[in-house]
C-alpha cells in the first residue's frame, strides 16, 4: 500500500515508521510513505498557504487552492491502480475511526491522507476533494497529524504479512469485536497474586476457551455496548452466562 500525507510536519508525520509495525511494512515492502507539503504548492512568495476567514473570528483557515494541488499530485505519485485513490481528513467533525475502518483502509492499493492546521480547511476543498472525514474520538489536537499517524499504524499492522502468521491480525480480540483477554507473564507470583491455574496447565485447547471466555466478559464488564452489535453463538453465549455467573 502507498500512503501520500499531505502536511505542513512532514518531519513529524516520518517518525510514524521509525518504530514497530510501520517500520516492519516499510521494510518489507508492504507500506510505501510519501509526505508533501502545502507550502510547496504555495503561489504566495512568503509561502503562505492559509488566509483570515470569510465572516471574521479568531484564527487561519488553510486556503483550497494549496490542498487541492498537493492532493492532484499525490494522486498521481500513487498512480498505477484502475481507481483514484481515496482522500481521507482527519477531523473531529469526521465519522468514528475503529478496527472496521482500519481493515477496510487497509484493502485499499493507496490512499491519501488530508492533515489540517489552524481553524480547518476551506469547506470547498472538502467538498471537491475528500472522500471520507474520519475522527479518533471527540478531542481537539492542534492539527491531524498524530491522528494521521495513529490510522497509520493501525493499517500496517493489517498489511499481509507483516504480523507472522501465527499472531496474524485474525486472531486479535478485536477482529471479533470483543477485547484482549488478560495477559500474564513471570513471576508466577507477584504481590501474593498468582497466575490463573487454567495457563499453568499446559492444556492448550483449555487456555483457548478461557482467553475466550475472557474476552467475552471482559467486554462485558468494560464495554458492554460492544456486545450489542455481535451475534454470539451458542457456545460463546454459554461461556459468557458462566462468566456472569462466577461474578455474583
Ligand atoms: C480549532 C479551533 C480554534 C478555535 C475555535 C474552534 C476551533 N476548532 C479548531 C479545530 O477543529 N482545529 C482543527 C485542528 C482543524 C483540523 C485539524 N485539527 C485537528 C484534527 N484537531 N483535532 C483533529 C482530530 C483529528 C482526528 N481525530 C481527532 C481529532
Known sequence: MKIEVITL??????????????RIAVGQ????????????????????VDARPY????????????????????????GAAKVAPKVVYLSPQGSRFDQRWAERLSAEQGLVLLCGRYEGLDERV???????????????????????M?????????????????QSAVNDSFSAGLLDHPHYTRPEVWRDAGVPEV????????????????ALGQTWLKR??????????EDSRALLREFI???R
Do not use: C
Not at 507539503?37 to 504566495?44: A, L, Q, V
Not at 483550497?64 to 498521481?76: F, G, H, N, R, S
Not at 495457563?199 to 475472557?214: E, N, P, T, V
Open 150 to 166: 495513529v490510522v497509520i499504524d493501525a493499517i500496517a499492522r493489517l498489511l499481509p504479512g507483516v504480523l507472522g502468521d501465527e
Open 199 to 214: 495457563l499453568l496447565s499446559g492444556d492448550h485447547a483449555k487456555i483457548a476457551r478461557w482467553r475466550r471466555q475472557q
Open 126 to 148: 472538502l467538498a471537491a476533494e475528500v472522500d471520507f472525514e474520519l475522527s479518533l474520538g471527540d478531542f481537539v489536537l492542534s492539527g491531524g497529524e498524530l491522528a494521521a
Open 29 to 48: 515492502g508492504q507500506l510505501a510513505l510519501s509526505t508533501r507539503n502545502p507550502r510547496d504548492y504555495s503561489t504566495n512568495k512568503w509561502r503562505r
Open 9 to 22: 510536519f512532514p518531519e513529524l508525520v516520518e517518525q510514524v515508521t521509525r518504530h514497530g509495525m510501520p
Open 55 to 78: 465572516g471574521g473570528g479568531p484564527g487561519m483557515v488553510m486556503e483550497a487552492e494549496p490542498l487541492a494541488a498537493a492532493v492532484a499530485d499525490a494522486k498521481q505519485a500513487i
Open 224 to 233: 458492554p455496548e460492544l456486545l450489542d452489535g455481535l451475534e454470539l453463538d
Open 245 to 247: 455467573a462466577t461474578r
